[in-house]
């Protein structure tokens, strides 16, 4: 596997030590950041790694020998927000089709909390840069809704006024970890969200997304 990397701006960075022994330490530049990392613990084919960056962001990862990738992994800032979550859902071979790799970067993310008004919010799309568009938008949604009589609603609508994502919750639904796509339109994005029912509440998060896709 000496030839397994992982990329930060065209470059193969040493996320990976092989060949793994506990104790060792190395550097490497990921997410912005510049790490120091060590190998806590290596038991029944999966390695244990924590690192810590020049500006006090943790990374903590597991790299699993009979997947050859990694399992987990866990980025948080120096101020406690997890930056960065991944889990491997599965692993398959002999795969043939079409592969996308989505490169993103975060618009808005806010929490919405039970209110007895209509909440009303924005946020703005103005592309990855001024001379190139967003491929597509990523949404992600975290949704509880009260069961004691709960209910919720959410829209949001482009400056042309179209509506790409609708969403209506009853008493006691849940919505965890859910996420899609909708069109990139530039400029001003607007959101209604409706909740009742102490305790209800919808975390929203969008995300601008540059789309590359490969036949394998």
């Known amino acids: 596997m000496d030839g397994l990397s992982v990329y930060e701006n065209g470059e193969p960075q040493a996320v990976f030590d092989f060949p793994w022994a506990v104790g060792n330490t190395w550097q490497f530049r990921l997410l912005g950041q510049d790490w120091t990392a060590s190998t806590d613990n290596i038991y029944d084919g999966e390695v244990t ?3 810590t960056s020049s500006e006090d962001h943790t990374l903590g990862y597991v790299f699993s020998g009979r997947e050859g990738f990694i399992k987990s992994l866990l980025w948080t800032d120096n101020e406690g927000v997890d930056r960065l979550e991944m889990n491997l ?63 919720g609603s959410l829209s949001i609508k482009d400056h042309q006024g179209a509506s790409p994502l609708t969403r209506a919750w009853g008493a006691g639904a849940t919505e965890k970890g ?25 975390h929203l998060k969008v995300a601008g997304a540059l789309v590359r896709s490969w036949t394998l």
């Not at 859910?178 to 919808?202: C, K, Y």
Request: proline share 2%; net charge negative; glycine share 10%.
């Open 89 to 151: 859902n599965q692993k398959k071979t002999e795969y043939t089709g079409d592969v996308f790799f989505y490169r993103a970067g975060d618009i808005h993310d806010n929490l919405y909390l039970e209110n007895d008004q209509e909440i009303y919010d924005t946020f703005l799309d103005e592309g990855y840069s001024p001379n190139e568009a967003w491929d597509t938008l990523v949404w992600y949604l975290d949704v509880d809704i009260s069961q004691q009589g709960g209910s």
């Open 49 to 51: 790694v924590s690192a």
């Open 178 to 202: 859910s996420f899609g796509t909708i069109p990139s339109t530039s400029g001003d994005h607007s959101i209604t969200v409706t909740l009742r029912g102490e305790g209800s509440s919808v």
